[in-house]
């Protein structure tokens, strides 16, 4: 500590928020402190080993001569008087090669790593390196001495398991640069491999590691001076969930939300969107839930089989923390899970990210607002929760990158809302900002409908949004069709209440059809069993193959004059569908229920492959 000069003192604590006084320089001005800085508290009590200990904490607010900081850490025995450090930084990640893979907690300390050395619990006021700065890379420049770079542009890239990651120029980087040296070889991520000289003649050192701060997006300097563009997502995020794909569609690119009671299923359905969706990077944050979640997303996730080759952890970085850790370290974990997602998006390579949950996340900004003593809005959130969950989800999209490659980061956040009451604030700022939302809901839990997402509830604006993509890659017909089925689904549901009340002798044989129809399209396609190899995941083209066979089924089956034969025929429907389902396409037993299909309902065998048998 002798040699760092002090800035500030701290004058009051309370909880994780710290008040601090600033002290002033020779000319009798303060010391400057910014918003958002990283500063390191240093308590003068220090622990039994005699280790100074450095508390990081965020600035959240700077008045004159006095400002507020959240303390990532436990504040136990801060005391009025303790020096603090300034860093002259925002909160960063460091963005390098070496991320995937890794197991963080919200300000980037990798889990696994302290836990080797010092159990499971993190001793306070320690920080480890984001990256492991011993481990090499095989660099390989794309660029010479003498070409002209600017901020973002990549100089080579090393091999990160299956991915080419690219080495780009500071994102900050103002103005063009010029490569004056760059080296091939294996190197570690601190080691110089490049040398620049910027516009006013003054040399840079490049390293394969970089910092940026996590409440700023990537792209941002790189969209400001147009080296990137945002784009307009065009295109679907293939999850080979049939209920998603088909009817509730995410954007690659986009934003969705999955609100769900405890018990209904989350934690199925994120798993297969992290396995099957068509991305490259999965990135996970698990925020603030239980321990025991958290561990069981921990242990269980990298052991899960990729369909990719290799297992899903080797394309997955995932970070948690439990709700046993500070609050501000929880608030902070979305955004570093964001920064580093981003960081692969601007490499040209789609990202998902999947916020696990929300709601912990919009919790702790409310107990740090709280202690701040600011004005409450609803529920005791912030005023500001509603542009904070925008600002959120904002940092999702589709980006062009600066040599024209298109990069997306989708963002999936689950909200846990308390008693499953959607009206509460976070779900509602959630809804007014997300383009899908995927209900769960535990009645449909209950009755083992899964994915228990309830297709009533559920929207999805991208459907229309992504009719081109619909028409160039399945037929111009789908956006039509798909909502045509969905309101079978909704005429069914009305038809269902009535007979709850009249009994089936209740209502006409015509809505005793729509029912069954309605029925059958439930269980034989929007339900999906993930505990089966080959149902588990539709492939687009398989999906449109069943949706628009089953369509046919449904609407151009033979007439039925009374209602037992309507019920027998839709059963014997269904039970063929299910097992179509669990048959490899290519197979034996698809053929075979393809067929029972078409003679239960007098079809003919139009598809060529089976014409013969
Ligand atoms: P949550 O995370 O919402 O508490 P889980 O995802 O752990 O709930 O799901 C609870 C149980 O429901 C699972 O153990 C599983 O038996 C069943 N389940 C959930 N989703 C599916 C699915 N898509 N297919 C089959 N079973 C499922």
């Known amino acids: 500590m002798k040699d760092v000069k002090i800035t500030a003192r701290v004058t009051g604590v309370r909880d994780d928020i710290v008040t601090l006084r600033l002290e002033k320089d020779e000319k009798g001005n303060f010391y400057p402190l910014i918003k958002n800085e990283v500063v390191y508290i240093c308590p003068s009590r220090v622990p039994q080993d005699n280790r100074q200990e450095y508390l990081q904490a965020e600035v959240l607010r700077v008045r004159h001569g006095e400002a507020d900081v959240q303390v990532f850490e436990n504040t136990r025995g801060v005391a009025v008087g303790d020096p603090i450090r300034q860093s002259g930084q925002m909160l960063s990640v460091t963005l390098g090669p070496g991320l995937l893979g890794q197991v963080y907690d919200g300000l980037q300390n990798p889990l696994e790593i302290i836990a080797g050395q010092h159990g499971f619990f993190l001793p306070r006021g320690l920080q480890v390196d984001g990256i492991d700065t011993q481990k090499q890379w095989a660099f390989q420049p794309t660029v010479k001495a003498g070409t002209r770079l600017k901020a973002g542009d990549p100089v080579g890239h090393v091999q990160e398991g299956r991915f080419k990651h690219k080495i780009m120029v500071p994102f900050n980087q103002v103005g063009e640069v010029e490569v004056t040296w760059i080296q091939e070889g294996t190197f570690t991520t601190t080691t110089p491999i490049a040398r620049f000289k910027d516009s006013k003649g003054k040399e840079h050192e490049l390293t394969m590691q970089q910092k940026w701060p996590v409440r700023i997006p990537v792209c941002q300097p790189l969209l400001a001076q147009r080296y990137s563009q945002r784009e307009y997502p065009e295109q679907p995020l293939l999850t080979s969930i049939r209920l998603i794909d088909t009817f509730f569609p995410i954007a690659k690119g986009g934003t969705a939300c999955i609100p769900g009671p405890f018990g209904a299923g989350k934690t199925v359905l994120q798993g297969l969107i992290s396995r099957f969706s068509d991305v490259d990077i999965v990135i996970i944050v698990a925020c603030g839930e239980r321990a025991g979640e958290v561990v ?8 899960l089989p990729d369909p990719k080759g290799g297992t899903l952890m080797d394309r997955t970085i995932i970070i948690c923390n439990t709700s046993s850790m500070p609050v501000a370290a929880r608030e902070a974990s979305i955004y570093t899970g964001i920064t580093l997602s981003e960081y692969y998006r601007q490499m040209g390579y789609n990202a998902l990210l999947i916020a696990d949950s929300t709601s912990r996340w ?12 600011e004005i409450p809005g609803e529920e005791a959130f912030p005023a500001y929760l509603d542009s904070s969950v925008k600002s959120l989800y904002e940092r999702a999209g589709l980006i062009r990158n ?5 990069g997306s980061l989708t963002l999936i956040g689950t909200v846990s809302p308390a008693g499953g009451n959607f009206e509460e604030p976070v779900t509602q700022s959630t809804l007014r900002t997300v383009k899908t939302f995927l209900g769960l809901s535990a009645d449909r839990a209950y009755k083992r409908a ?19 993509w619909y028409n160039e890659h399945l037929d111009a017909q789908w956006v039509d069709d798909v909502k045509q089925m969905q309101g079978l689904l909704t005429q069914g549901e009305d038809i269902q209440q009535m007979m709850q009340v009249t009994g089936e002798e209740g209502v006409t044989l015509q809505d005793f059809l729509t029912y069954n129809r309605a029925q059958c399209l439930d269980q034989v396609y929007l339900q999906q069993d993930a ?41 014997k429907l269904a ?14 037993d698809f053929r075979r229920y393809w067929k029972e299909i078409h003679n239960l309902n007098h079809f003919q065998l139009l598809d060529g492959t089976f014409a013969e048998e």
């Not at 089953?550 to 151009?556: A, M, Q, S």
């Open 296 to 303: 069981e997303t921990i242990t269980e996730f990298p052991a």
């Open 450 to 468: 899964y994915p228990a997402v309830d297709p009533l509830i559920s929207w999805s604006r991208y459907l229309e949004q992504l009719s081109g």
């Open 575 to 588: 039970g063929f569908f299910r097992n179509l389902n669990y048959s490899h396409e290519d197979g034996p």
């Open 531 to 571: 505990f089966d190899d080959v149902d588990a995941s539709t492939d687009m083209s398989r999906q449109m193959r069943i949706f628009r066979l089953l369509k046919r089924c449904l609407f151009e089956h033979p007439n039925m004059d009374d209602k037992d034969t309507i019920r027998e025929h839709f059963t």
């Open 402 to 406: 600066n040599e024209g490659e298109q």
């Open 362 to 373: 919009a919790q702790a900004m409310r107990e740090t607002s709280g202690r701040l003593e």
